[in-house]
T-cell receptor, first 115, second 111 residues
Framework: EPEVTQTPSHQVTQMGQEVILRCVPI?????FYWYRQILGQKVEFLVS????????KSEIFDDQFSVERPDGSNFTLKIRSTKLEDSAMYFC?????????????FGEGSRLTVL | KQEVTQIPAALSVPEGENLVLNCSFT??????LQWFRQDPGKGLTSLLL???SQREQTSGRLNASLDKSSGRSTLYIAASQPGDSATYLC??????????WGAGTKLIIKP
């Protein structure tokens, strides 16, 4: 069964360092997302991506964050200068339907620890 | 403000019982609603998706219902098993791209 894959599963970094989280969405899907979950808190929306551009972003997704789909298969989230409060589980998701009413499929997540 | 609430926050029941998890949302103008399962430290596994035009969806021992007018959805789990122990999350899609999430119900099924 097709699945969303994410790497790394866990990354530890020093405050101020750049981090890139990678995702391979399901191959025929059209919409791509990043969500995050701080330990013990609700899942939060970061950004959605469609047709090679950001379709929506939340207040969390400030200038320190960027997304890219560099080669038609990978979908990356970059945090330019990490802060302690960026420590969270980051989930990538994709969905297939053109009208964007479809089911979202999530990866296993990348746990980011900022020291 | 669009909010999603899940009650109870935690539930512990003996194996074999049927149970209901509740999800309520403040804005009834939804596109769809999705139920997920999350095991500790793991990803989000989609269980059921209900479109706004549907009343319920079934998958195996799981049945999800949707009542838009009252802003409620329920997830019914029949004949619970210890392997059902997990956190169950409800997420609502509105007219934009994002899902609004509940805080989840942590379910423990005792053997």
């Amino acid at each position: 069964e097709p699945e969303v894959t994410q790497t790394p599963s866990h990354q530890v970094t020093q405050m101020g360092q750049e981090v890139i989280l990678r995702c391979v969405p399901i191959s025929n899907h059209l919409y791509f997302y990043w969500y995050r979950q701080i330990l013990g808190q609700k899942v939060e929306f970061l950004v959605s991506f469609y047709n090679n551009e950001i379709s929506e972003k939340s207040e969390i997704f400030d200038d320190q964050f960027s997304v890219e789909r560099p080669d038609g298969s990978n979908f990356t989230l970059k945090i330019r200068s990490t802060k302690l409060e960026d420590s969270a589980m980051y989930f990538c998701a994709s969905s297939g339907l053109a009208d964007n009413t479809g089911e979202l499929f999530f990866g296993e997540g990348s746990r980011l620890t900022v020291l | 403000k669009q909010e999603v609430t899940q009650i109870p926050a935690a539930l512990s029941v003996p194996e074999g019982e049927n149970l209901v998890l509740n999800c309520s949302f403040t804005d009834s103008a939804i596109y769809n609603l999705q139920w997920f399962r999350q095991d500790p430290g793991k990803g989000l596994t989609s269980l059921l998706l209900i479109q706004s035009s549907q009343r319920e969806q079934t998958s195996g021992r799981l049945n999800a219902s949707l009542d838009k007018s009252s802003g409620r959805s329920t997830l019914y789990i029949a004949a619970s098993q210890p392997g059902d122990s997990a956190t169950y999350l409800c997420a609502v899609r509105y007219s934009n791209y994002q899902l609004i999430w509940g805080a989840g119900t942590k379910l423990i099924i005792k053997p």
